[in-house]
């Protein structure tokens, strides 16, 4: 059944500290929010550190009522807690949370951050997030780690879709190693339990939320230098996020990804329907642009048999020569 609802609040880029690499400062001038906006947005640095210290010290807590099912409504941050996340949402939550979390990406654009996946349908591979996390840019700052090692590179947007608020980045397998795959459900169920990952108000540290997602609705989002959009057939999910969860992955229990992060208010969060990312790497395979194989990385799903290419090559969409 189709629900309209209106979230007045965009969940849009969570505020970050600019990278300190030397790429970083060599594009600064393109990269980096004039000193208006920066002073703006380093002040708001507070809560981050709330979140920080939230997600430290706090217990979880449980709110049943909002769930058909009893079911997590709190954010945790087992990287900054050190302990397993609590799971009431049936999902055998710290499997999937190991196998899952180094597939997510934290994208920096100037000041401000948000998050993105790696994900493949068939053929092609790329990096998944929102369009109002890359805004217009054409290059992006890419920060991807496990846990020995973090990297930082700069990829090129390949294709933005406003209407869905999508947009995939270039992956390149030689320049983000051993970066891991998520494969996407091309047939969602409309109801089920799921989580997803992200890099909350620009914390390093991932940060898991699990919930309950509701069907297919219709939202209205507000956006802060333009008119509300309306956006049909979006995930309806109940799932804590903050500013900075833009773009992080929807994950059913299977550990496929059914949906991507765009918005939220409250307990609500929004967001586009896996299918039309699926559809979205396919045209852009199609047009001749620059994606990876999958045979290049390796899918993290409980019943997807991993696929390691020793030789990393590189596809130029579907190119029969590669």
């Not at 790696?118 to 998944?128: N, R, Y």
């Not at 765009?262 to 967001?271: F, R």
Request: hydrophobic share 30%.
């Amino acid at each position: 059944m189709d629900s309209h609802h209106r979230i007045t609040e965009e969940i849009a880029d969570g505020l970050a500290q600019p990278s300190k690499s030397t790429a970083a400062q060599d594009l600064s001038e393109q990269q980096w929010r004039p000193g208006a906006e920066a002073k703006a947005a380093s002040g708001k640095l507070a809560n981050r550190y709330e979140l920080e210290y939230k997600l430290k010290n706090e217990p979880i807590q449980e709110k049943k009522s909002w769930f058909s099912t009893p079911c997590n409504t709190s954010a945790q941050s087992p990287e900054l807690s050190g302990n397993k996340p609590v799971d009431t949402c049936g999902l055998e939550l710290d499997n999937l949370y190991s196998k899952t979390k180094d597939s997510v990406v934290q994208i920096y654009v100037g000041y401000s951050s948000g998050t993105g996946f790696l994900t493949c349908d068939e053929e092609v591979c790329a990096i998944a997030t929102n369009k109002h996390v890359v805004k217009d840019r054409n290059i992006v700052e890419i920060d991807f780690r496990n846990e020995h090692h973090s990297w930082s590179v700069y990829a090129k947007v390949l294709r933005r879709d406003a209407k869905e608020d999508l947009a995939i980045v270039e992956f390149d397998p030689k320049r983000m190693p051993g970066l891991k795959a998520l494969r996407i459900d091309a047939n969602p169920t409309s109801k089920e339990n799921a989580f997803t990952i992200g890099h909350s108000h620009g914390l390093q540290q991932r940060v898991i939320s699990p919930g309950r997602l509701n069907g297919l609705g219709s939202t209205y989002v507000s956006h802060r230098d333009g008119p509300n959009t309306k956006h049909n057939n979006w995930i309806d999910g109940r799932l804590v996020i903050y500013p900075g969860n833009s773009g992080g992955p929807l994950i059913n229990k299977e550990g496929f990804v059914v949906g991507v992060v765009a918005a939220g208010s409250s307990y609500e969060t929004w967001g586009p329907p896996s299918t039309r990312l699926k559809e979205i790497l396919a045209e852009q395979a199609r047009d001749g642009g620059t994606l990876a194989t999958p045979a290049n990385t390796e899918f993290t799903a409980h019943n997807v048999k991993k696929r390691v290419d020793p030789l990393v090559k590189m596809a130029r969409g579907r190119n029969k020569s590669a």
